[in-house]
């Protein structure tokens, strides 16, 4: 166990509940709520129709969370501002630009401009969050990404703030057109990455799932991935939900949690279908119903196997 600084341990305090325990709600997608609110023509989705979503699933679902994940541009201030975001409930910021540079089998992970560590400390959040995207089989583009993530990390170090890193695997090649095939390699691409990414000075590790449901029905086996993936994660791990059915991510969750995992950061997986609904009194409606359900019920299984960070 590595040791850490005073402020670090009172920013996961700050995102887990008082067992020790993340159960955390992700509402930080920008270029995917896009993509729901509009599905023919995402870039039409204006900055008012963003943040309205955001205070929407904030005032909604924070306060049955442990923490939440808002992005910088469109959630985090706004959420603060107007009081969606509830003072007993963590905050962690996204500190990377929307998207990808490079094609798609070499994606390249920007920080956003005009922002940094010393800022999302000064918004009050308690920790800073960065998706990349990564292929460890990628050795050129994984250095990039390895040292984009280790400059934040070292921002982290200095302005006393845990660090969350997402990293989120893609198919290249053949797995493009073969979803069957990705799938049985992301199992090792998954425990790989795990155990590239903490290797740097990070403090929690947001991962995928290491299998496909659709694919890999087996417990065992699956649990089995999860340990090998916990053995190889020098930090605390989380599940991430990438947009899976409910259902589904809740057999996630329950298996990570029982290989070591100390609980999930869920985003779509819960509030996803809400998304779709036109009318704002009916989005709400659906949201403190179905999603706080939904965010209860994860929580639920956390606190029955999730291992105290």
Same mark, same amino acid.
């Given at each position: ?43 039409? *989705? ?21 923490? *939440? ?165 020098? *930090? ?74």
């Amino acid at each position: 166990m590595k040791s850490l600084s005073i402020g670090k341990i009172r920013g996961l305090q700050q995102i887990t509940n008082p067992d020790g325990i993340f159960t955390m709600c992700a509402m930080d997608h920008r270029g995917s709520l896009r993509s729901m609110i509009d599905e023919e023509q995402p870039g039409e *989705v204006n900055y008012e129709e963003m943040v309205e979503r955001k205070l929407e699933l904030c005032s909604s679902l924070a306060k049955y969370a442990s923490a *939440v994940l808002l992005d910088p541009v469109y959630g985090a201030a706004q959420c603060i501002s107007y009081g969606a975001l509830p003072n007993n409930t963590g905050l962690l910021v996204s500190i990377e630009a929307s998207g990808y540079t490079g094609d798609k089998e070499h994606r390249v992970t920007k920080l956003l401009e005009g922002l940094g560590v010393d800022k999302i400390r000064r918004i009050g959040a308690s920790a800073v969050k960065i998706l990349v995207h990564y292929r460890p089989d990628l050795k050129y583009v994984a250095s990039q990404q390895l040292n984009t993530v280790n400059t934040v990390a070292i921002d982290c170090i200095k302005y006393d703030l845990p660090f969350l890193v997402e990293p989120k695997s893609y198919p290249i090649g053949n797995e493009i057109s073969n979803p069957p095939e990705f799938a049985a390699l992301k199992e090792q691409i998954v425990i790989r990455t795990a155990q590239d990414i903490t290797a740097l000075p990070i403090d929690v590790l947001k991962t995928e799932f290491p299998a496909d449901l659709h694919y890999q029905k087996d417990k065992l086996k699956l649990l089995n991935l999860c340990h090998q993936l916990d053995i190889l994660s020098r *930090v605390p791990w989380v599940v991430l939900s990438a947009g899976v059915d409910f259902e589904v991510f809740c057999q996630e969750v329950e298996i990570a949690c029982q290989a070591g995992a100390s609980g999930f950061l869920g985003g779509r997986a819960i509030w996803q279908e809400a998304m779709y609904i036109d009318n704002a009194l009916d989005r709400v409606n659906y949201l403190s119903t179905v999603g706080v359900d939904r965010l209860e019920r994860l929580t639920e299984i956390a606190n029955k196997y999730a291992v105290p960070w």
